[in-house]
């Protein structure tokens, strides 16, 4: 029986573009590219990228177009399809110790319980992989399209803790790929998940020492501490860190940063900006973070926003409006934003700004990121107070691109809820002042 083709559904053409002039529209198809096969975006992409291009295209009525091209090397056709991927997303085969998705609780959206494990996605949207997924043609076309950097999920270079953590029996056996991205010279960002009493102390070490031999393409590498919510029933017994050990953390951390940087003039290892928070100590100076690459993981993002906040305020005369402002966050940021606002305030001293410490009781009080924040839960610890003109909240609360929270509810049900208005601020130091004095 002949294979069938693969076949990409248009959902929107983008206005001025190639595509648009050829009168493609949305609700068309994809057949094939240079007449060969699209089997998802980087098919796509390497093979749109000539400067002749041959398309064919079946119509929403049914009618087949074969379409020939001339434009500039590189030059982007304009078509955006149904799935961002062109191809169905690859879920996670382990079954983590630490993993977040099991510790959620029943009855959210469905989307929010599936686990990733797409190397397409790492390349596209920064996502971590454990490298438990990757076929050998899965490897041959991550060489082969040299893509780049691939996010890895490490957490141990040692393969039968590896194995213990993950639950699967290749998990060890999975890491020699990154020897191949080392060979090829594709590089790599890492993370690791720590959770105590598995992969820290001694063995964090290892792996800190284990991963300096894929410098220089390992860029970098994080460590974050386990999140643990209150729905753990039934999955792995895991310790909470508390402060002396993130204190011994941090330590090992600093000591491998040293040591690094001595032989290869990189930092690579970073600690989260949780570390610092749980053993109440100050945070790295900006140069120490080597340009934020693992700012997405959360280090360097208390850093970041401080040295950007004091060179907007640098810039701001100060005068005497008048606003009276709330700003809502998590336990973890809470402190960091009460002392930038305070610093506005030295400018702006009619400006009454007080910040809310929201607790997380959906998934737990040991959760203390913004990012996991509720509606329910924001709501029900504002009402009743007096929120001035304006609430202020994190955009690390929305699913991006929508105005949708974790619990469902939409920024008009916060707004409609504690009667006030809501203005989501990007997590940057002049959004946030702007947010406060404008």
Request: negative net charge; charged residues 30%.
């Amino acid at each position: 029986m002949a294979k069938k083709r693969q076949e990409h559904k248009i959902k929107e053409v983008v206005p001025g573009s190639i595509a648009e002039s050829l009168e493609i529209e949305a609700g068309d198809v994809l057949l094939s590219v240079n007449e060969k096969p699209v089997r998802d975006i980087f098919d796509y992409r390497y093979l749109s990228e000539d400067e002749q291009v041959t398309l064919l295209i079946r119509k929403s009525y049914g009618e087949e177009w074969e379409l020939e091209i001339e434009k500039d090397a590189m030059e982007d056709l304009g078509l955006v399809f149904e799935e961002g991927l062109m191809d169905s997303y690859r879920s996670c085969r382990n079954k983590c110790v630490f993993c977040f998705i099991d510790q959620m609780p029943e009855g959210m959206r469905e989307t929010l319980y599936f686990k990733d494990d797409d190397a397409r996605l790492s390349f596209l949207q920064g996502n971590y992989i454990t490298l438990t997924n990757l076929s050998e043609e899965d490897m041959e076309r991550i060489l082969f399209y040299k893509l780049s950097p691939i996010n890895i999920s490490v957490h141990t270079t040692n393969p039968k803790l590896r194995c213990k953590m993950l639950n699967n029996r290749f998990a060890g056996d999975a890491l020699k790929k990154m020897k191949r991205f080392y060979d090829a010279g594709i590089m790599m960002n890492g993370q690791i998940v720590l959770c105590k009493g598995y992969n820290d102390g001694k063995e964090l070490e290892r792996t800190i020492q284990d991963l300096t031999a894929y410098l220089p393409f390992m860029q970098s590498v994080s460590v974050v501490p386990v999140g643990m919510t209150k729905y753990r029933k039934g999955l792995a017994a895991l310790e909470p860190f508390e402060k002396e050990d993130s204190i011994r953390v941090l330590e090992i951390i600093s000591k491998w940063q040293k040591i690094i940087y001595e032989r290869y003039g990189t930092r690579m290892i970073h600690a989260s900006d949780e570390w610092y928070s749980l053993a109440e100590l100050p945070f790295p100076a900006e140069e120490a973070y080597e340009g934020y690459p693992q700012i997405e993981n959360g280090v360097g993002m208390v850093r970041s926003l401080v040295e950007e906040v004091d060179a907007f305020l640098a810039e701001c005369k100060g005068d005497d409006r008048k606003r009276k402002i709330t700003l809502a966050t998590g336990v973890l940021a809470a402190p960091v934003i009460r002392e930038q606002v305070e610093k506005i305030k030295k400018k702006y001293p009619q400006i009454e700004a007080e910040v809310v410490a929201v607790v997380n009781r959906f998934f737990g009080e040991r959760i203390t990121v913004a990012g996991l924040l509720t509606g329910t839960d924001i709501i029900e610890q504002l009402k009743g107070k007096e929120l001035g003109e304006c609430l202020l909240l994190p955009d690390v609360l929305l699913k991006s691109g929508e105005d949708i929270l974790l619990d469902d509810l939409h920024i008009s049900d916060i707004e409609k809820a504690l009667q006030t208005r809501v203005r989501i601020v990007k997590s940057e130091g002049e959004a946030l002042v702007r947010a406060v004095i404008e």
